[in-house]
């Protein structure tokens, strides 16, 4: 039978290849022992016999007959071992080149006073002079190593595994611990961390009193002036931004709270929610005497974390003596899914809804009708946003593109589609001027410029995913909520100023889900929640921030 046949035929062939295997141990411990002992004697023997020549212990060739590997096998090792010796000569080549050029680099700094000192890589740090004359290489250096900043914190110590890749202008160095380990040190540039001691992001208030993660907040645009938070525990609240007192707490909703916007001229709040509603509610409210702000500071990109308390300390059965309002001025329905998010466009006599079912919705606030169904992504929408003078709408959604709605033709409504991102694309907001900034999962936010939509003109890469991000009006200041707890500022550039402080004192202590800024408070003018049942009122000594540029 054919079973057996291979049986029988086959035990030849399993002595044989043990034989295989252990011959071929035995050479290339042969070999071994001889690049050891003598550098450059394999290519030697490749270049002269590839054949027909093996090495011993005591680096004298050994005759043909004295090997017990087939030609063809020994041929195939000397191959193999010649190109792996060309490899490496290759690289100490690459290494003497780099060397050379950064030394070039380095004269032609020095006539305008800056110096890259990459000798030591456990200290990674620019040295620079101040200059009135800088050239354009110097300051493009100077940008570069800000925004590396961006994707790294710190300088590597000690061995690292795995590829490194440092851009510097338009040299682009690489490093790797196997052949750093291997060839003779070369300096390589490292990512420097940006200096903000002078900039001081003081924690002013924490507003404490949801009994489940807060996804979003809002600062109104009217006076009265308060913080609007939304929760996962069906509830939206208004807060005394001096005092952290709660001032009125919205509960209409069957399900949880996923965003909260204000009207831009009356005291109406806008909420979208699991229950595939979205909700018009009108508020009173009276503000409370302001409470004295604790003195609780600390310099940007502080984090010391002696424990890590999950919960925070409040009481879990929502604040006292909060006025609750149950029923809404108005109801927007037609979604069949999550409304994920709601905005008013400008002027508020419209709203837009966006959903777990793949549309956008557009309402007639008076009427409650649904105006347009704005349809096309393939994937559930994550955000929603308007621009604040213009009839544009974005939506972005998991299918890792955004789209731009454009009203302000009645009779036309064009729709653009952005690919930039190659995971959720989380949120996408307008600034005051013709800009979109878009953050994603793919831990990247981009800075687009809407009269040319086809690459971004700043691009900034971080080490966690964001998610709804926002851009000061005044400063132009992006603030980036992380999954990993973290709070980051940057500039439409794409140049990392600072980080939010993070302790088992002050910060958020899970993830971080939504950022506001509202440059026009005295006491806050920046706000952040997270899933630590906590919103948080930052001051921002953005003067400060921007003179460490």
Known sequence: MPVEGGSAGGGGGVRRAKQKRKSHSLSIRRTNSTEQERPGTLRDAVDAQPTGIQYSGNNLPLRMEDSKLPMSVRSNLLDLFGQIEREFENLYIENIELRREIDTLNDRLSADGQTVDGGDLTKGALKTKASHSTSQLSQKLKTTYKASTSKRSHSFHGKVGGPRNFSVGNWELWGDSWVTDRLPRVPIVSSFKATTSRAV???VREYVGHRDGIWDVGVTRTAPVVLGTASADHSAMLWS??????????????GSVNSIKFHPTEQMALTASGDQTAHIWRYMVQLPMAAPVPEVSAPCDEEVDFSDKDEVEGDPDGPSECPTLRLASATLRSHQGVV??????????????????????????ETSELVHSLTGHDQELTH?????????????SRDTTFRLWDFRDPSIHSVNVFQGHTDTVTSAVFTMSDNVVSGSDDRTVKVWDLKNMRSPIATIRTDSAVNRISVSVGQRLIALPHDNRQVRLFDMAGVR???????NRQGHRRMVCCTAWS???????????????????????????LQEK
């Open 201 to 203: 992001c003081q924690l």
């Open 241 to 254: 931004i001096e005092t952290g007192k709660c001032l009125l707490k919205y509960v209409g909703h069957a």
């Open 340 to 365: 994920i998010c709601a905005d008013w466009l400008v002027g508020g006599k419209q709203a837009v809804t966006a959903s777990w079912d793949r549309a956008a919705n557009l309402y007639d606030v």
């Open 384 to 396: 929603c946003c308007t621009h604040p003078t213009q009839r544009l709408v974005v939506t972005s």
């Open 497 to 503: 100023l600072a980080r939010l402080p993070r302790s």
């Open 519 to 545: 440059e026009d408070n005295p006491s806050c003018n920046l706000f952040t929640c997270g899933f630590d049942r906590q919103a948080i009122g930052w001051n921002i000594n953005i003067p400060a921030l």
